[in-house]
């Protein structure tokens, strides 16, 4: 069945240490987003991307970092630069920008 | 600048009642128009979505209409069960451009 994998679906990093989250996707779709939810929030954007090896920042990307090195995989790292990072990560991507996203079933990151 | 903005919640209804969950948006473009559904632990499930002025998305016995003149694209249904209990993103593209959720709404459904 196509769809969005995001591993692991839970994660545990100490202060200062990098962490990166997966997502695959076998839809075919161009474009790839990584949002961040907090308890009681939206989404925020982090980043996105249109196309391989190319990829833009949302709204808040500082602290993050993203590659697209092939059209099914946009794994987000987070870095110690991030200041809060314990939230729900929730990767999405579309055949085309703006048109309707298919979800993963997100990674929650808990720094401990 | 472009916004969505959405009925604050949380919202707790008896099996069988009627739900509205308001969502306007600012933009100067016709932008498409989604609700999403998000039950707890998960990801976003798109729950159903309108293009143009008019146009009624349906999924699921939930409905919304693409209202131009108000710029609205409520939710509604006219008999919620448990099962509905969950938080409701409304979102828009804002003309092909990057997709952006409104706050979301959180449903309760007690029996």
């Known amino acids: 069945d196509g769809g969005i994998t995001q591993s692991p679906k839970y994660l545990f990093r100490k202060e200062g240490q990098n962490v990166t989250l997966s997502c695959e996707q076998n839809l075919n779709h161009d474009a790839m987003y990584w949002y961040r939810q907090d308890p009681g929030q939206g989404l925020r954007l982090i980043y996105y991307?249109?196309?391989?090896?190319?990829?833009q920042k949302g709204d808040i990307a500082e602290g993050y970092s993203v590659s697209r090195e092939k059209k099914e995989s946009f794994p987000l790292t987070v870095t110690s630069a991030q200041k809060n990072p314990t939230a729900f990560y929730l990767c999405?991507?579309?055949?085309?920008?703006?048109?309707?996203?298919?979800f993963g079933q997100g990674t929650r990151l808990t720094v401990v | 600048g472009n916004s969505v903005t959405q009925m604050e919640g949380p919202v707790t209804l008896s099996e069988e009642a009627f739900l509205t969950i308001n969502c306007t948006y600012t933009?100067?473009?016709?932008?498409?128009l989604f609700w999403y559904v998000q039950y707890p632990g998960e990801g976003l499930q798109l729950l159903l979505k309108a293009t143009k002025a008019d146009d009624k998305g349906s999924n699921k016995g939930f409905e919304a209409t693409y209202r131009k003149e108000t710029t609205s694209f409520h939710l509604e249904k006219g008999s919620v069960q448990v099962s509905d209990s969950a938080v409701y993103f409304c979102?828009?593209?804002?003309?092909?451009?990057?997709?952006?959720f409104g706050t979301g709404t959180r449903l309760t459904i007690i029996p």
């Open positions: 979102a828009t593209n804002f003309g092909n451009e990057k997709l952006t």
């Open positions: 933009a100067t473009g016709y932008p498409s």
């Open positions: 991307s249109q196309i391989v090896n190319d990829f």
């Open positions: 999405a991507s579309s055949l085309d920008r703006g048109i309707e996203a298919f």
